[in-house]
């Protein structure tokens, strides 16, 4: 169980375009999930708290307006980024908590979106 | 500052030895604790996840929780080169359910 899926997988896009990314818990409910950005060879670096029904939670330097969370339902949470450029190029990974029951605490990876922006 | 500190390694080991990855955090709080694997271009995976002082064991790998001196530490028996990845020690303090992660320890396991 715990299954977290992330879509799409990887995306190259034109400088200032937006690119949309789906997370989904596929066999649980998750009324938190988690944004992460990556660079290569480093730690993973939390963006934002997205919760279920409200406005998501953004980490100190993360541009609210530039990466657009959304967290419609408690299975979907999408991030978008706009006006994406160069530097915005990342490992993007969501991640899902549960929130009750012997795995309390616990997030689950998606398998993570590499965005590429020429 | 709630801060989880991780030697960054490389951890050389080789295989079929024990591979001790160790891990310390500043919020005496702190209450849930969590190793997580993570290979090269991939996403982090759950290990194991532990609560209370003591040792937890699932197959070849063993967490330990120690509160008192502040740390947590996993140990991997019987090595193997697919062990070979970054182990992510996270905590979450009393009360949060946001986690603060380490920045990792690179596991080597050579045959």
């Known amino acids: 169980g715990a299954v977290v899926s992330q879509h799409p997988s990887r995306v190259i896009c034109k400088s200032g375009t937006s690119v949309k990314i789906e997370c989904r818990s596929l066999d649980f409910q998750a009324t938190t999930m988690f944004w992460y950005r990556q660079f290569p060879k480093q730690s993973l670096m939390l963006m934002a708290t997205?919760?279920?029904?409200?406005?998501?939670?953004?980490e100190q330097g993360v541009e609210k307006d530039k990466f657009l969370i959304n967290h419609a339902s408690l299975t979907l949470s999408t991030l978008t980024v706009t006006s994406a450029h160069p530097e915005d190029s990342s490992f993007y990974i969501c991640?899902?908590?549960?929130?009750?029951?012997?795995?309390?605490?616990?997030?689950?990876f998606g398998p993570g979106t590499r965005l590429t922006v020429l | 500052q709630k801060e989880v500190e991780q030697n960054s390694g490389p951890l050389s080991v080789p295989e079929g030895a024990i591979a001790s990855l160790n891990c310390t955090y500043s919020?005496?709080?702190?209450?849930?604790f969590f190793w997580y694997r993570q290979y090269s271009g991939k996403s982090p995976e759950l290990i194991m996840s532990?609560?209370?002082?003591g040792d937890k064991e699932d197959g070849r790998f063993t967490a330990q929780l120690n509160k008192a001196s502040q740390y947590v530490s996993l140990l991997i028996r019987d090595s193997q080169p697919s062990d070979s990845a970054t182990y992510l020690c996270a905590v979450n303090a009393r009360g949060s359910y946001i986690p603060t992660f380490g920045r990792g320890t690179s596991l080597i396991v050579h045959p």
């Open positions: 532990i609560y209370s002082n």
């Open positions: 991640s899902a908590r549960v929130r009750s029951g012997p795995s309390y605490n616990e997030q689950f």
């Open positions: 919020d005496r709080g702190s209450q849930s």
């Open positions: 997205s919760n279920e029904g409200s406005k998501a939670t953004y």
